[in-house]
């Protein structure tokens, strides 16, 4: 009878935690081979679960989190509280959602680099913010305390860090997170509110800290993996470097970072001594644990079969009838689960697997395939096991079973289900979704008369979820002007073809429609639409909609406004972005480009008489030729170079360059010389076209000497300024132009037109 309680119980166990966002076969997490039962073992004398809460993606402190998922065993979850919709992203000039789409995508793959589980509270980013009750307002403290009490009593932390805000410091959005994240977790201890619908048992979260500049620093990241025979530093650097949207900026964010323990105590030597904090069963266990995963010559581990194999006989008998305490049941989960892993690792289990289509819509049919398995011997009696069809969430070869035979070569078919959370497009269902991928899971279960060969093997295939066609607006807001373009994409979900028309039909708009095609599953169309007016528009934001035939339409934004253009301006950009918010700008306003040519020296600069450098002049490793550039400056150029960025300091001239903080929210005072004219030539700046910026006024201000004159500045902050070199100036902009020009603010338009006069 124990021993059928404990087959029954095992589904549950299995999936108590989640696995990491990793693929079958990743770099440092193989399904075999000594790095494999290395990791294995390590996870075993572990058991800690760890939470790290981020701001947002990109924010996670990499080499920490690399050394307690590979060094330590632990499992890690990383809580991203926004999607970072707010922090210019260093891969082009699109709308903050589809930065924020991009960028969560980017944390998803840096997680399954790391081993880690990423998982999402999506809550609005504001961009920078000084006004607490403003930030608590937008945030809803209340809603995000909640969510982080789910999050806690889910994931049933050991041990919570709270990660720093890198993009401004000591800020307000730093501490309400702070506060709560302590809220949550002295309230999660209770029991579960009436609220909860998942009525997850209250935790105690026993350990907590926050990065702080006098806390504990973490002592492990620069030791050597003794398989990988690299530091976690490097590793986790390794990791932040999938940030694409982030490149330019996360270098500067790579500075070793400590934690206070809270409440204020005398920290541990190790952040998890101590933790998992076990009760009777599982500390009764600890010592066989202990003895199956003894480190070896060089710390690697490398225990015997014989020895795994007994521990589990021994970890059955225990779970083979008690009542345990949530604490002692979630550890006693992972033991039962990582030992059945390292089994399979040391019979060198291997099971290649694929999915047909992984992204799918409701209701469809896919195709679950098996090609080679290492099954040992061929007298196992193997068995496949979906929990999903457990309650006919998913079906399976068009069945009510949810266990059949199994061997090499057998293909599954799945039926997804009806309740299907859409994730695809992320810039309309996944950036609201605490996961990107729909977790659909099966065990391989084997005995074979040689019972130490017995194996449970786990997989799991993600899945993502969309509509049978997709229509996302590339361009939501455009400048109302005959010939604009609006950009468009496209997927087909389904197996049927589609052909229709992209329609433009609003009484101010010239009717527009354009043949489409989506021939095949998986296409992906990006157009283009031009917006044809029938006469000028008033200034000021006109909606409109696209639609496409057969089901489906979209709003975006004519915005009108007035900018002029100084004609004789010729300019080169000097950006590595592959969609750069200022070329982009330069166009809606008309103004003229040259092209600068693909040498290191700038052949095509003398065609120019203004040279415009984008925010990532800066970057590490990026090659600028300085020198020629200020010898073509004191022939009468005019050199512009913006802001680097958030905590990005720089120096352009000996007296004039950037500051690394502090940024400015977005309706910081702006103090402007009404005389200079960059304000007045060929549009009067006034004070409206301060008025309506978002994200942020600065990320920095300018740090400017005695040569140099002010044009703007917040307080004592420079924002603008311009030096004279030679026969030609240099104009330097701290503002932050790039979200403005993003946003189609009219002002900025004006303001960049009068920067880029000759």
Known sequence: MRVALLRSLLPALMLLLPLAAAAQQDRYFPQTGPGAIHQRATDLSSGAVVLFVALQPGFEDFPLLAQLRMGSGAQVIVLFMTNGDATPGDAGGTAPVFVAAGRKEESFRASAYLGLTPAYLNVPDPGVCSDRALLERIWNADTVRARLQHAFRYYRPDIVFIGGDRREGASVRQSLLEECVRKAAEDASASPAVTDSSHLAGWRVPRLYVESSSGQKNRGKSAIHPVWKKSYRTIGEEASLLYESLRFQIGAWRADRSY???????????????????????RGFRPVIDRVVRPGKGGVRAPTLDKVARAIDSLDTILGGRDFSPGDLRVLAWWKNTLEALRCSLLDVRIEYAVDESLVTRNQVAFLRFGSVSLGDDSAHTRIFFPGAVKHTWGINQTLDHQFPFSSGRSYMLITPREMEYSVPLSQFGIRQSTLWTRFSFMVISRDPKHRNDYVYRGEVPFRGGPRRTLEVLTPVVRALHGEPVVVRLINLSRDPYRGKLLVTDSLALPFQKEITLPSRGFVLTDTVRLMLRERLPEGDHPMKLEVTGGGELPFVARSFGAERDTAARVGLLTSLVESPLEKAMERLRISRVDLGSGEELPGLDRCNVLLLERDAFSEGRAVPWQRILAWVRRG??????????????????????????????????RADSTSAILTTPNAISSADWNGWVVARSW??????????????SGDLPLLAV????EGRVSVVALDLGSQLMNLHAGAHRLLANILRP
């Not at 809270?262 to 541990?268: E, G, H, I, N």
């Not at 030096?723 to 030679?726: F, L, Q, T």
């Open 637 to 670: 150029g005019h050199l512009v170079v913006l802001s680097p960025g958030p905590r990005v300091g720089a120096s352009v001239l000996p007296d004039l360059g950037f500051a690394p903080a502090p940024a400015l929210s977005p309706w910081a005072d702006v």
């Open 723 to 726: 030096e004279r070199e030679g």
């Open 260 to 282: 206070a323990l809270v409440p204020s105590r005398r920290a541990d030597a190790s952040f998890l001594r101590g933790l998992p904090v076990l009760g009777t069963y599982a």
């Open 700 to 713: 920095g201000p300018l740090a400017v000497g005695g040569g140099a004159r002010v044009v703007a500045s």
